[in-house]
């Protein structure tokens, strides 16, 4: 079946503008999770969302960085007034696990968007 | 999260098998063992977890030590297509308020498979 899609799949914008990134998880997935990876280095964790449960924003680096999921759907990362530092993989995941429920499915992620801001 | 211990990188020679190794020393009793990869310009591929018991799937085997201090993932024939980064992540088995269950990365092994 489809896997996490996610669009664009290459971001180029200038320092300062807004950008919206998608990803659409795996249909019947009630949890997703944002990631975000800089050149070299290893995953970091920005948001979870699960169902209609307030979202764990933890992770996010800052409040130039937001995102919204609509009930068990698409999920947009807005990052507003980009800077060079917000370029990165920005990786979407899905799973079947939730709040109170045993969690042993695994997260299956896409392939990413890359952002460029220059 | 319990943290994960891997050596940055390992070699294995094509058709043999590769072994890696993972200490997770301060698991706790409800913290599964995740082991993902990742392969240059993509996102990271699930790859087997465990418990407690030993795990065996299509793409490799999974043994968890009886203290489950440390485990090790097994590729049986590693290939060229094998060549990646490889995550091993402790995750809650259960989630409660305030914890979402979250993989936690590390810097895991870059596996180099050799012809």
């Excluded at chain 1, 249909?27 to 050149?39: D, E, I, K, V």
């Excluded at chain 2, 465990?50 to 968890?64: V, W």
């Excluded at chain 2, 009886?66 to 590729?75: G, N, P, Y």
């Excluded at chain 2, 809650?92 to 012809?115: D, E, R, Y």
Aim: net charge positive; proline share 5%.
């Amino acid at each position: 079946g489809a896997g996490v899609s996610q669009s664009p799949s290459n971001k180029v914008t200038e320092k300062g503008k807004d950008v919206e990134l998608r990803c659409d998880p795996i249909s019947g997935h009630t949890a997703l999770y944002w990631y975000r990876q800089r050149l070299g280095q290893g995953l970091e964790f920005l948001i979870y969302f699960q169902g209609n449960s307030a979202p764990d924003k933890s992770g996010l680096p800052s409040d130039r960085f937001s995102a919204e999921r609509t009930g068990e759907s698409v999920s947009t990362l807005t990052i507003q007034r980009t800077q060079q530092e917000d370029s990165a993989v920005y990786l979407c995941a899905s799973s079947l696990g939730g709040r109170n429920r045993g969690l042993s499915s695994p997260l299956h992620f896409g392939n990413g968007t890359r952002l460029t801001v220059t | 999260d319990a943290k994960t211990t891997q050596p940055p990188s390992m070699d294995c020679a094509e058709g043999r098998a590769a072994n890696l190794p993972c200490n997770h020393s301060t698991i706790s009793g409800n913290e599964y063992v995740y082991w993902y990869r990742q392969i240059h310009s993509q996102g990271p591929q699930y790859i087997i977890h465990g418990l407690k018991n030993n795990e065996t799937n299509e793409m490799a085997s999974l043994i968890i030590t009886e203290d489950r201090k440390s485990s090790t993932l097994i590729l049986p024939h590693a290939t060229l297509r094998d060549t990646a980064v490889y995550y091993c992540i402790v995750r809650v088995a259960k989630t409660w308020s305030g914890n979402t269950g979250k993989l936690i990365f590390g810097q895991g092994t870059t596996l180099q498979v050799k012809p």
